[in-house]
């Protein structure tokens, strides 16, 4: 951040407020506290029989890898809608959620991911430019070298073991400690 949101002064400078446990940039010309808390990506797995849709990323970071739709959530939406609206920009796909899968947090990129199951209903548009390309995969045919991120690897091989026998858990992870807890399917 070079400038002060609210009143455009260039003069920022780190320091820790009163009664505050972190360090902020603070505004020394009107005292504004800039916060940086890490942002809400929703996304979902797009299941349909025994398949799921993953996303060509056409963009950096991590460009030319394969990833479930996933993307920023946006002021004033539900992380549900989040996820539906991501799976139709990056897939063009309509989806049904059907119920949240896991929950990981990226603490080096100051990301906290929140990833629903969704059910397959139509396509409706086409993918939209984030996309270089989206297919199907079954658990034999996930692209398991090239996925975005080690995190994605393991949700969606978990993913796919669940899958066969139709019951899902629920999952907490940390891609920092490579730490997942969860509550299995039984
Ligand atoms: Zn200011």
């Known amino acids: 951040m070079n400038y002060c949101s609210p ?20 505004c020394v010309q009107c005292a504004h506290v800039h916060y940086n808390n890490p942002t809400i990506i929703c996304g979902c797995i797009i299941e349909q029989d025994d398949k799921i849709a993953l996303c060509l990323r056409a963009i950096e970071p991590q460009k030319n890898t394969w990833t479930i739709a996933a993307g920023y959530l946006e002021v004033g939406e539900s992380t549900e809608i989040a996820a539906q609206r991501e ?5 063009g796909m309509e989806v049904e959620i059907q119920g949240l899968y896991s929950v990981f947090n990226v603490q080096h990129m100051h990301q906290v991911y929140i ?10 548009q086409k993918a939209g430019p984030e996309s ?9 045919t996930l692209p398991l070298n090239q996925l975005a991120y080690p995190t994605i690897k393991t949700m ?8 066969k026998n139709g019951r899902f858990g629920l999952y907490q ?3 920092g400690s490579g730490r997942v807890i969860g509550l299995h399917p039984n």
Not at 156 to 163: P, Q, S
């Open 7 to 26: 009143c455009g002064s260039s003069k920022l400078q780190s320091e820790l407020p009163i009664g505050d446990t972190h360090s902020r940039l603070v």
């Open 87 to 91: 799976a139709l920009e990056e897939t």
């Open 115 to 124: 990833i629903y199951r969704a059910q397959f209903l139509r396509q409706t």
């Open 132 to 140: 270089a390309a989206v297919a199907w995969f079954t658990e034999q």
């Open 156 to 163: 969606l091989v978990r993913h796919a073991k669940e899958r």
């Open 173 to 175: 992870g940390d891609a």
